[in-house]
């Protein structure tokens, strides 16, 4: 079987994850750790440290362990993430769709995708989603909105937050990292790209590491803790700009930063374009 299984399998696939996961979180008493648990009959919650193991679900013992030592954010998406694999485990139909198309470490890679689809749906159901683009628009802001009340990493809200965004948007969280630099001690501290997704259709994305140059909007936002709004552009890695509305929004030692690009600069192919992260 060529592992490369055609593309409107996997989608019909997450469609189905999805409803699965959204029709589990319907019948629950709220969204923290022990009320996600309360759909399960019959299997157990146990925390313990696990190395370098997020977590896992056993389904011969009808058990979910859990990380002790990982942060309470990472626990409950690993949590939601070990439910789903109970959900899809329930679901023969899924189950025999899935091994019918693929098979090997294909087919477990598939699963993992697959799970941390119902993951996400679960924490950030898609009235949440899009209570807050109505709200605020696919921006920054909307972005750090969704992380603190899906009570999930910025990095997980930045994946589902694309995902559901119909405008052509880049999504980026940024961070201050040390860049090496001889001479210095430890390196100076720079604003880097640490995740980056965009909405259906957008071609392009930003690498993980990319510097975000001192006088651009995020950037200034980070330095004056103030959100920005402005007509900007996206620093690939390349070091070309791709014209862009940017939103900047502060957020301790990060800044939650939105991309709006043109709609008609979606289908030009860029001289660059063997590299996926754009022009």
Not at 169 to 189: K, M, N, S
């Amino acid at each position: 079987m060529d592992p490369a299984s055609p593309p409107t399998a996997l989608t019909a696939a997450k469609v189905r994850m999805r409803e699965l996961a959204a029709s589990y979180g319907t019948g629950l008493p709220g969204r923290d750790t022990h009320s996600l648990m309360a759909g399960l009959d019959g299997i157990t919650l146990t925390f313990m440290p696990m190395g370098d193991r997020d977590g896992a679900y056993d389904p011969e013992h009808r058990v979910i362990l859990i990380n002790s030592q990982v942060r309470p954010e990472r626990q409950r998406f690993t949590l939601a993430h070990e439910i789903s694999h109970a959900l899809l485990l329930g679901d023969d139909d899924l189950l025999s769709d899935l091994h019918d198309e693929y098979e090997g470490d294909r087919l477990e890679q598939v699963i993992e995708t697959l799970c941390n689809v119902g993951a996400a749906a679960l924490l950030m159901p898609t009235e949440l989603m899009d209570e807050l683009l109505e709200r605020f628009g696919p921006t920054g802001r909307a972005l750090a909105e969704l992380a603190r009340r899906a009570d999930v990493s910025a990095t997980s809200a930045l994946y589902a937050l694309a995902e559901r965004t119909d405008a052509p948007v880049i999504y980026a969280v940024c961070a201050l990292t040390r860049a090496d630099e001889p001479g210095g001690e430890g390196g100076a501290r720079e604003l880097t790209v640490r995740a980056s997704s965009s909405a259906p259709g957008v071609k392009y994305s930003l690498s993980i590491g990319t510097p975000v140059p001192a006088d651009h909007p995020a950037a200034v936002s980070l330095d004056t803790r103030l959100p920005l709004s402005q007509d900007s552009y996206v620093p690939f890695r390349s070091g070309r700009r791709m014209p862009a509305w940017v939103d900047a929004f502060p957020e301790r030692q990060r800044v939650m930063v939105s991309f709006g690009l043109p709609a008609g600069r979606l289908n030009v192919e860029a001289a660059g374009a063997a590299s996926p992260e754009g022009p």
